[in-house]
């Protein structure tokens, strides 16, 4: 391990905080599934993230002692699983795809559009705390590109006049099937 793992990890093991009581029920609901405790680790991480909001270092080490892993060994989880926050994010997550139908499909010239619109770049949060912008490799709509998810909902053959009305829209919500 490198002197920047043992930083972090010692410095979340200084500061672990509490499971909530929903939290631990839910966990412990995903512990009747699985046969061992550390193959819950991505399940008690979304947990956690449902209900935070992200993944912080505090909760990273709470999951970790709660589950009897290593904090490193549940960080690998957790950053190789792109779904999971681990820095605070918007109230809205815009995952755009980038994947190369998508670029045919000019999502560059979309996401240009989105970064102008809202100030940030992949991987930044608007000024407000209300979106936060990042890259997925694919969202497996490639016959409708350029594509986003946001709120749980694909959006499909983006344009700009259509991420307008996205951003417009007080919910953040349009049907574009």
Request: glycine share 6%; hydrophobic share 35%; charged share 25%.
């Amino acid at each position: 391990m490198s002197s920047v793992d043992d930083i972090i990890i010692s410095s979340t093991a200084r500061s672990a905080r509490e499971l909530s009581i929903a939290e631990r029920d839910e966990i412990d609901h995903e512990l009747t599934l699985y046969p061992d405790r550390r193959a819950v680790g991505l399940e008690a991480l979304k947990i956690v993230q449902k209900h935070q909001g992200w993944v912080s270092d505090e909760s990273l080490q709470a999951v970790a002692d709660y589950l009897g892993m290593s904090p490193h060994e549940l960080d690998g989880v957790a950053t190789f699983f792109n779904l999971l926050y681990r820095r605070p994010v918007g109230r809205k997550v815009m995952l755009f795809c980038n994947s190369v139908s998508c670029w045919i499909m000019g999502c560059d010239r979309i996401k240009d559009h989105i970064s102008a619109r809202l100030g940030i770049d992949y991987g930044e949060t608007s000024a407000d705390g209300e979106y936060t912008l990042l890259p997925v490799p694919c969202l497996g709509d490639c016959d409708h590109a350029p594509v986003m998810l946001m709120d749980g909902q694909q959006h499909r053959n983006l344009t700009p006049e259509l991420i307008d009305a996205l951003l417009s829209q007080p919910q953040g919500r349009e049907a574009n099937e």
